[in-house]
């Protein structure tokens, strides 16, 4: 064999293995077994290999929707939704599953679902087999009722997926979030807590009539009390503290007013020794103005001594009646008779 026969042998070699690549011949085959001559051609997979889409799984896609009866959904539809990075396998399963449940579920809003990042096949799952939520996911919701008694409540919320809010609908934590506020409302009307563990029903029917699934992904099956427990008094707690306030500011008031009073005894004490200091004062002037008349000649001896007399039986008589004693031994020198 010459060298030029072994080129050529390597070059066909090379272009069947290369048609191979580019033309999946057993997928090709399959397509047409699985769906007919003319659905997939040769044609449409090379050109899902040169855009690199994975003709497998187009193939699978438009297969398993032609079984199950869903002949609008082409190999250009699938290609679309793969190079929008799309799960072109939960898109069919999400279809296939809502055309057996009897649900309308188109493959635009399907593939919409799909590119804001839900999960469309649990989504259709959960459609048909509602699911169960726990408000809140762990430990109690407490609320207080009128009574002052405090409430702790756990419910179990059974939804369902609403597919035509899954784009721009609230996930499940809104739902959670508003039945908790449902529930601390519920409880907190009721005027006894009594009344609320008689009858807890009361408290999904209350919360069910708010329509709590508006804009939501969700619709709201059904809201059961689990469990309710009683708490703590805290309408008591509240009471004691804020007589506790009370008392404190009845206190501060009280001090307020003692500090005044104390301030204002010690004004009038030093207005006393003001006056006192005052009649010192002027007791001292006396033998002054004395000495004065003496040298001007309008006092004599006689009129000095009848004006101690007098001085002297006075004082004699506030002694025996008791009145002026501390002013009588504050007298001033000379006083005495």
Not at 44 to 72: E, Q, S, W, Y
Not at 105 to 119: K, V
Not at 156 to 177: H, K, M, Q, S, Y
Request: hydrophobic share 45%.
């Amino acid at each position: 064999m010459t060298i030029f026969s072994l080129i050529l042998l390597a070059l066909v070699l090379f272009f069947v293995i290369l048609l191979f690549y580019f033309v999946p011949v057993g997928l090709w085959i399959q397509s047409v077994v699985s769906l007919g001559l003319g659905r997939i051609t040769i044609i449409d997979l090379i050109r899902m290999r040169l855009r690199k889409i994975a003709p497998r799984l187009v193939v699978d896609g438009v297969i398993n929707c032609h079984k199950a009866g869903l002949d609008t959904v082409s190999t250009e539809m699938l290609e679309t939704h793969y190079l929008a990075g799309g799960d072109v396998l939960s898109v069919v399963a999400a279809l296939i599953a809502a055309d057996k449940a009897k649900i309308p579920l188109t493959f635009e809003t399907a593939t919409a679902i799909d590119l804001a990042g839900r999960d469309v096949k649990t989504a259709v799952q959960t459609s048909v087999y509602p699911k169960v939520i726990n408000a809140p996911k762990e430990g109690y919701l407490a609320a207080v009722a009128k009574d002052g008694i405090e409430l702790k409540a756990r419910a179990r919320v059974t939804v369902r997926t609403n597919i035509p809010g899954l784009v721009g609908g609230a996930t499940d934590e809104t739902i959670i979030a508003r039945v908790g506020e449902g529930i601390v409302s519920a409880i907190g009307s009721a005027k006894t807590y009594s009344d609320v563990l008689e009858n807890p029903d009361n408290i999904s029917k209350a919360v069910l009539a708010k329509g709590l699934d508006a804009g939501t992904a969700f619709e709201i099956l059904s809201i059961d009390i689990a469990d309710l427990d009683v708490g703590k008094n805290v309408g008591a707690r509240l009471q004691a503290d804020q007589a506790e306030a009370d008392l404190r500011v009845a206190q501060a008031r009280a001090e307020t007013r003692r500090a005044m009073a104390v301030a204002e005894e010690q004004e009038m004490k030093a207005r006393t020794q003001e006056m006192r200091a005052k009649v010192v004062e002027a007791e001292a002037e006396i033998p002054i103005a004395m000495a004065y008349a003496f040298r001007e000649g309008k006092l004599g001896v006689f009129d000095y001594y009848n004006l101690r007399n007098i001085q002297a039986d006075t004082t004699m008589r506030e002694s025996i009646s008791g009145v002026g004693r501390e002013e009588s031994t504050q007298a001033p020198p000379g006083s005495e008779s």
